[in-house]
């Protein structure tokens, strides 16, 4: 197991070597800026040279790439160039919102999914087959729709949440639960249909195999074969499924933050683009990629632990 | 199995009063000593010699007090300068400081200040950079008054010292390089520790500010709001008391009982930047360019397109400025066979191909609008987007035969004249020239008053002869507002100045 574990986070560590170099040069063919994205257009071609050469733009592209690298191993993500905050700073402060609505979405996701899943597959017949039409729509709904409709619903006419903004949970735990509420629905919704249609599948194939049959002709309570057994050897898949939902929660929160107006780490992620802020974009980059190696690490262990079988793949 | 829907449905229950138990909590928490706006700009920096106008003036406003000011119709009055006046051929301005003031800092507000603040801003890259350069020289003649030598007679100067050219920083912060992350200046309010920046800049207004009275609010909270319907969103439950919005807002918010209140802006439409047809031949000539304005239906574009805030114009001046003449916008009315004669007579029979330039957003539907009306006298419309500035957009623009862009449009019109007459002008990116303009241009800014309202108003009808441009209209800006603050509208500015806002009952 040991091994395996290792194995799996040095292939983790050298995906994220790949992406993070690839895009650091892949930004640098691109032509951007940063230095006039950071001036803007009344800058004359002698400052914007000077910001160049203020921001080491005009070394070779390899020492560039090798001081962003080092830099970022001790730590340090370098400084904004359109803005004056460490890039690092920038990213933390705006975390909390984006972990907020990516995490509870996933938590959302994972328990309405698995029950509207089990709902779904234990159901056959008329209650399946509407719960897979809501799938179905709940998977099609872009969730920047979603957002903007429940803004309008649930914010603008009923006055149940705020319509914008984002408290913090150690101002106000109540404040918090509220900021988010809409928008962890928004984005979670496409999350659920798409937990909830796995396990169905999941669960109806394992209920067809023979060692089912054999356990309820032996008389054992529906609950303890759905739960023990059904739903033991069903959710491996839906784990997969979720750590994808997980990181498209991540992606989608640029878009759902914007509707909501929260500063999260999609906020910033927008406004560098547009200013060609390449340290904030390979700061983005690097959390993004971390995290997404990250959470296929665990599912990798998770499954390890499930299934000796996987360990030696 | 019951039991078990009996702990689903358990589980969901709580899943909704979880959710559901924050939302009944009110979501006003305003009074009439707190101002809740959102902006639709964050502020980057807060030296003011790296801002960039457009709405984050607000921001720049509560920490900084400018040398003058600028009145609801663009005219100006003293602030941190009391007095000024002119030199005889307009290129010494005198300026007669106001005495006691101090910086937030500490440091006296002096003569010193203004000369370490204007040199700054010719450093700089901000908006202020361009105004700046016409200064060559600041002298200190007294603790109390600074002279300012300008290289050539500068009418955009005084409305300059009213915005970011005269936003006054501490010296010692500017030296200290610290400006732009800390602002330390003499304005009417201080930075709160609340505030989270990108999220909520909260202000606490001075209790010993020179112009209290000016300021009504003892508290002004602005928040960045990029999304124009969050910012609806939260003006219309209460949480902000003013936003700058979208003409399709206009009728929504009217129904909902807030406030719509209107200014002109900018001008929208076609910069023919080639005129001198080195990329498309056919714009040489000065008939394909009074061609293209005629072939555009104004009036439908206007009420199909831009909601009808504005109103139809061949101009690209401030309807409130000097330059402005209301007759030249019959000048160019909607006539298929007449653009196809003029066309016809300038040897373009057959038509031809014009690559426009144009940023994504909200000018990509503008584009097949403009591509049908030019295809009905012949000429072919062919898109070409451009990036940001920091992919180059700005390198596209500058080397194109014509493109379409929002364009501010100033008091005094003299700034407009630097954005796209001169030969050196960022939006006349291909450095056209033409005696006649010249003449104006070395002209005017000698003149004063009346004078140089008619050189401005021939200069203007020059342009709209020659075709230099097709614009379509010049566009209201819309601002909403709740009942609970009244708001005076500036001429010529993206967002009222934080003066111009009041409690309702005041």
Redesign the interface.
């Known amino acids: 197991m040991l091994l395996f574990i290792l194995r799996r986070l040095l292939a983790g560590l050298l995906l994220a070597f790949v992406v993070v170099t690839g895009m650091f040069f892949f930004l640098t063919l ?5 230095a ?9 071609v002698a ?2 040279e000077a ?1 160049r050469h203020e921001l080491g733009l005009d070394r070779p592209v390899f020492g560039q790439y090798f001081d962003w690298l080092g830099n970022a191993l001790t730590g340090s993500l370098g400084t904004s160039s ?4 460490s890039v690092s700073e920038l990213i933390l ?2 975390l909390p919102v984006t972990v907020s609505l990516a995490v509870g979405a996933v938590l ?1 996701a994972a ?2 999914g698995m ?1 509207l899943g ?2 779904a597959a ?1 159901r056959p017949g008329r209650i399946d087959r509407a719960l897979q039409i809501v799938m179905v729509l709940g998977f099609a709904l872009p969730n920047f729709w979603v957002a ?1 409709i429940l ?2 619903v ?3 006419q009923l ?8 408290a913090p949970f150690l101002d106000s735990p ?6 988010i ?1 809409l928008p ?2 928004a984005l979670s919704i496409g999350s659920i249909a798409a937990i909830a249609q796995q396990i169905r599948n999941s669960v109806i194939s394992v209920y067809e195999q023979d060692y089912i049959r054999t356990l309820r002709s032996r008389g054992l309570p ?2 303890n074969i ?2 023990t057994h059904v739903l033991r050897n069903a959710s491996p898949p839906a784990l997969t499924m979720l750590s994808l939902q997980f990181i498209a929660a991540l992606s989608g929160a640029a878009i759902v933050e ?4 929260l ?1 999260g780490i999609g ?2 992620a ?2 560098a683009s ?4 390449i340290q904030v974009i390979m700061g983005l980059l690097l959390f993004t990629v971390i995290v997404v190696v990250a959470v296929n690490f665990v599912v990798d262990v998770l499954y390890g632990a499930l299934n000796p079988k996987v360990r030696i793949a | 199995m019951r039991k078990t829907y009996g702990v689903i449905a358990a589980i969901a229950a709580t899943a909704l009063a979880l959710t559901g138990c924050g939302a009944s909590q009110p979501t006003s928490g305003t009074s009439t000593d707190t101002l809740t706006m959102s902006n639709s700009g964050d502020i980057t920096s807060w030296d003011p010699s790296a801002m960039k106008e457009g709405s984050i003036i607000q921001y720049a406003e509560a920490m900084y007090d400018p040398l003058l000011k600028k009145s609801a119709d663009g005219s100006i009055e003293g602030n941190l300068a009391t007095k000024w006046s002119y030199n005889s051929d307009l290129t010494e301005l005198t300026l007669t400081l106001r005495d006691g003031i101090k910086f937030a800092d500490g440091t006296a507000f002096d003569a010193d200040a203004v000369k370490a603040n204007l040199e700054d801003r010719k450093k700089g890259a901000g908006s202020a950079s361009e105004t700046a350069k016409a200064i060559s020289k600041v002298d200190t003649l007294s603790p109390t008054e600074v002279k300012i030598d300008l290289a050539a007679p500068a009418p955009g100067l005084l409305a300059a010292l009213a915005t970011y050219a005269g936003f006054m920083a501490s010296p010692k912060a500017i030296a200290a390089g610290t400006i732009g992350k800390t602002p330390v200046g003499s304005g009417p309010y201080t930075l709160d520790t609340k505030t989270v920046a990108g999220t909520s800049y909260v202000f606490n207004k001075k209790p010993e500010y020179w112009d209290k009275d000016s300021y009504p609010f003892s508290t002004v909270v602005i928040k960045p709001m990029p999304d124009f319907t969050a910012a609806y969103n939260a003006l219309s439950t209460g949480q902000t008391e003013f936003m700058y919005a979208t003409a399709d807002m206009a009728d929504q918010a009217k129904a909902a009982g807030l406030t719509v209140q209107t200014v002109p802006g900018e001008w929208q439409g076609i910069i023919l930047q080639d005129r001198a047809g080195t990329l498309v031949p056919a714009l040489k000539d000065e008939r394909v360019r009074q061609a293209i304005n005629i072939a555009l239906d104004r009036k439908a574009i206007l009420d199909g397109f831009f909601h009808g805030y504005g109103q139809v114009s061949t101009q690209t001046f401030n309807p409130a400025s000097q330059a402005w003449v209301s007759e030249l916008n019959d000048k160019y009315p909607y006539d298929v066979a007449k653009a196809k004669k003029l066309l016809a007579d300038a040897g373009y029979a057959d038509g031809f191909t014009l690559p426009v330039v144009y940023s994504s957003g909200f000018q990509e539907p503008l584009i097949p609008i403009l591509q049908q009306y030019l295809a009905a006298v012949g000429i072919t419309l062919k898109p070409v987007l451009a990036g940001s500035f920091a992919n180059g957009g700005l390198k596209v623009y500058n080397d194109s035969a014509a493109y379409i862009l929002s364009f501010s449009t100033n008091i005094p019109a003299w700034t407009d004249v630097l954005n796209k007459l001169t030969p050196t002008s960022l939006w006349n990116g291909l450095g056209y020239s033409d005696p006649t303009v010249q003449k104006y241009l070395d002209e005017i800014p000698k003149a004063q008053g009346d004078g140089q309202a008619k050189l401005y108003q021939e200069l203007n009808t020059y342009i709209v002869d020659k075709a230099w441009f097709a614009p379509i209209a010049t566009l209201q800006n819309v601002y909403i507002s709740s009942s609970k603050i009244k708001v005076t509208m500036e001429q010529a500015q993206l967002v009222p100045s934080l003066r111009f806002f009041a409690p309702a009952g005041k």
């Open positions: 691109t032509g951007t800026d940063p006039r994205g950071s001036l803007g257009m009344y800058a004359t400052q914007v910001k359109a803005q004056n905050v402060t705006r959302i328990l309405l029950m089990v709902f234990v903007l803004a309008q649930f914010a603008v006055r149940w949440f705020p319509a914008t903004g984002y109540l404040g918090w639960i509220g900021s509420t962890i629905v529906s609950r759905l739960l914007r509707v909501f107006g500063q906020a910033v927008i406004t547009g200013s060609g802020d």
